[in-house]
């Protein structure tokens, strides 16, 4: 696989293009601490990029599955390149109806290209590999946010927002100049379709029966949502275990951790899932999901933050890889592009709503309550998936088998 040209500039585009991606979110957290004042209205903002690629996910979708995905990731590379000029406008006017725009093209380039690199991974690489690309990919783009942020925030002591977005334009340049070099080839398919409106509703029609006969993928989706409750508060959860020690330096130790262990888990889906990912494996770690989720009403001794942290990052360093692989091997080719864009969409969703829940949780019950609450939730979701499925086990073993006659 390290010999193959394609994946390498994928790859390599990735870590810059991700890098950058974060240093211009440490800009864009400094320009609306600047600029606005209203703590709901900076969330807003920072919300509306993913609103609008929620709308255009179906249409995308549908794009994505019936063009060149190179191409699609050169269109999305050139609009991330312009949108880093509305941010010099943002910047230069201090207005933050520039940074909107700003928002807007990021969120449109993002609907498109993400999904389009997820439909691309299986088609340029062998699938006995595939497992090991998306765990490195894992590993990348945990890598840049980890180099990214600490960039992002070194480069905001001695210089200006201009050159932090310089940084990230740079990287986006670098990523649709490597993009570029990607030669691969596959069919485009006609649209037979032209006359069909594309909504949600419709797009999710079409994919339910080809989901429903793959017990696996359906697994994975619901194997994802303690992931989910775990990642939707991190940040949160990080502000309030600084809080609850007194200690604002458990911040970078606490992200650093859970870094380091995603490497490691990555590392674990390679060796023990590259055969067949079997399910029950998969429980075993929503369940260290689950505990770490839980453990953590004892965030206030340092060490079992950091572990609760830890177990978290080398859970779902494990799982993601293995869960993306089942998704791109078992859900039809023809189908990438509309599967991958509505998934994108419904997890931007969820995600959100289980953020602003945490948000409310921490107002209202506590942070001790509140991780017990969304563990327990976890290990009721992986219970729940358990009978569920040994209740269809028994079914197949007790349905009679027709007799010929």
Not at 281 to 296: D, K, P, Q, R
Request: glycine fraction near 8%; charged fraction near 15%; charge should be positive.
């Amino acid at each position: 696989m390290w010999g193959n040209r394609n994946f390498l500039l994928l790859m390599v585009g990735l870590a810059v293009s991700s890098t950058g991606l974060w240093v211009g979110i440490i800009g864009n957290l400094e320009f609306l601490q600047q600029n606005v004042e209203s703590s709901f209205l900076q969330a807003l903002i920072i919300l509306s990029g993913f609103l609008v690629g929620i709308f255009l996910a179906p249409m995308a979708g549908r794009v994505i599955d019936r063009n060149n995905k190179r191409n699609i990731l050169i269109y999305a590379g050139i609009a991330r390149c312009a949108a880093i000029l509305f941010m010099y406008l943002a910047i230069a006017s201090n207005s933050v109806w520039w940074m909107l725009i700003y928002t807007f093209v990021i969120g449109i380039s993002g609907t498109f290209a993400n999904p389009a690199m997820q439909t691309l991974l299986p088609i340029i690489v062998k699938k006995e590999h595939l497992l090991v690309a998306n765990g490195i990919h894992v590993n990348i783009f945990t890598g840049a946010r980890i180099v990214g942020t600490a960039l992002g925030g070194v480069m905001l002591v001695g210089m200006s927002l201009f050159s932090l977005y310089t940084v990230t334009l740079i990287s986006y340049v670098l990523l649709l100049i490597s993009t570029f070099f990607i030669k691969v080839e596959e069919e485009t398919k006609k649209d037979d379709n032209s006359g069909k409106k594309e909504n949600f509703m419709s797009t999710l029609r079409e994919l339910l029966p080809v989901i429903k006969e793959r017990p696996m993928v359906v697994y994975g989706i619901f194997l994802l949502i303690p992931a989910f409750l775990f990642l939707s508060g991190f940040n949160l959860m990080v502000i309030e275990i600084s809080e609850l020690q007194h200690d604002s330096g458990i911040k970078g130790i606490l992200y650093t951790a859970e870094g380091l262990c995603v490497f490691i888990g990555t590392y674990l889906s390679k060796r023990f899932f590259n055969e067949n990912p079997k399910l029950q494996y998969m429980l075993v770690i929503t369940l260290v999901i689950a505990t770490a989720h839980t453990s953590l009403f004892l965030a206030e001794q340092p060490l079992m933050a950091i572990l609760s942290f830890g177990l978290f990052g080398l859970a779902a360093g494990t799982l993601f890889p293995v869960i993306t692989t089942i998704f791109q091997t078992e859900v039809p080719s023809e189908y990438h592009g509309r599967f991958f864009s509505i998934k994108g969409m419904v997890d931007n969703i969820i995600f959100q709503v289980l953020m602003l829940l945490t948000g409310l949780f921490l107002d209202t019950i506590g942070f001790e309550k509140m991780v017990i609450g969304f563990g327990v939730t976890s290990f009721i979701f992986v219970f729940a998936i358990i009978i569920k499925r040994r209740r269809s086990k028994t079914r197949k073993k007790t349905t009679p088998i027709p007799i010929a006659k």
